[in-house]
């Protein structure tokens, strides 16, 4: 059962680098805490690959899949109606027809249905793992959460690695989000104490990262910002979105290198090369991160 406490390492645009951030401050912790790292990026979920390792311990994410028991169905239509998604076509004839795909598995239609005609079946729509991953001086757990290639519905896999991770006992839960701003990721926010919104100094970077904290802002969240390639642009707009949401900057990390070459490497830089000035500057979060909380 969760005993611990919960930093979500977020940033409403994809490719700022955080997942880079989120691997490298659990890298740095993992020596003193007891820590878990869960990746809830299920479209793109890459924590493993930054650690090089290999996913484990599988198990599948079920929604329920509609199946129309036509001998009870009197093509009502009422299952169509209450489908949100598009998941339950009415034929010329009012005979309802199931397209799996598009089905999120609300169960709407098995509720709604006045004559008992729609049986609950399943279907697979994603995966959670389960790693132990071993590093220098500590270990960490990571869970993964994967949605299944060629499906859509995200959120049920979101939630199910969230349970997943924290059903595990943990003294700290390091929860890498999905970008942008979507449900999924308020869903991946919900419960932490910290926010660490990942952007970098352009213009876009600044305009997304106006809205993860808004949102983090609208459930509650301290957040942290951290500039990841500093010095590739002018920061005065990411400083006047920090100052508008009323968060702080927390760390800045150089353009380097040395970071591309730890993706080669499959070895967070915090440990391939500590002396740099961006393993520096995350070891610096890491050890702040620790003593808020």
Not at 30 to 36: N, Q, V
Not at 117 to 123: K, P, T
């Amino acid at each position: 059962m969760m005993r611990g406490r919960i930093v979500a390492v977020t940033g409403g645009k994809g490719g700022t680098g955080k997942s880079t951030v989120a691997v490298n401050v659990a890298a740095a912790l993992a020596a003193d805490e007891d820590l878990l790292l869960a990746d809830l990026d299920v479209e793109a979920p890459d924590d493993h690959i930054l650690l090089s390792s290999n996913l484990e311990d599988e198990q599948p994410v079920n929604v329920m899949l509609p199946f129309i028991d036509y001998g009870r169905c009197t093509k009502c239509g009422i299952c169509a109606e209450v489908c949100d998604t598009g998941a339950i076509m009415l034929a010329k004839d009012k005979t309802p027809l199931v397209i799996p795909r598009l089905c999120s598995g609300c169960r709407s239609c098995y509720f709604a249905c006045p004559d008992n005609a729609i049986i609950e079946g399943q279907r697979t729509i994603g995966y959670t793992y389960r790693t132990v991953i071993s590093l220098d001086g500590g270990k960490l757990t990571l869970v993964t959460g994967m949605l299944r290639e060629g499906e859509e519905h995200t959120p049920p896999v979101v939630v199910a690695a969230k349970r997943r991770a924290l059903s595990e006992d943990a003294n700290l839960y390091l929860i890498d989000t999905a970008a942008g701003t979507s449900n999924t990721v308020s869903t991946a926010l919900d419960g932490a104490r910290l926010t660490l919104a990942v952007t970098e100094p352009t213009p876009l970077g600044a305009h997304d990262l106006d809205m993860i904290l808004e949102v983090a802002g609208a459930m509650g969240l301290e957040s942290w910002v951290v500039i990841n390639r500093s010095g590739i642009g002018s920061e005065g707009s990411v400083e006047e979105v920090v100052k508008k949401h009323d968060a702080r900057i927390a760390v800045r990390l150089p353009y380097s290198r040395d970071v591309v070459d730890s993706y080669v490497t499959g070895k967070p830089i915090v440990l391939s090369k500590p002396d740099s000035k961006p393993a520096v500057a995350l070891r610096k979060l890491a050890d702040t991160v620790r003593e808020v909380l």
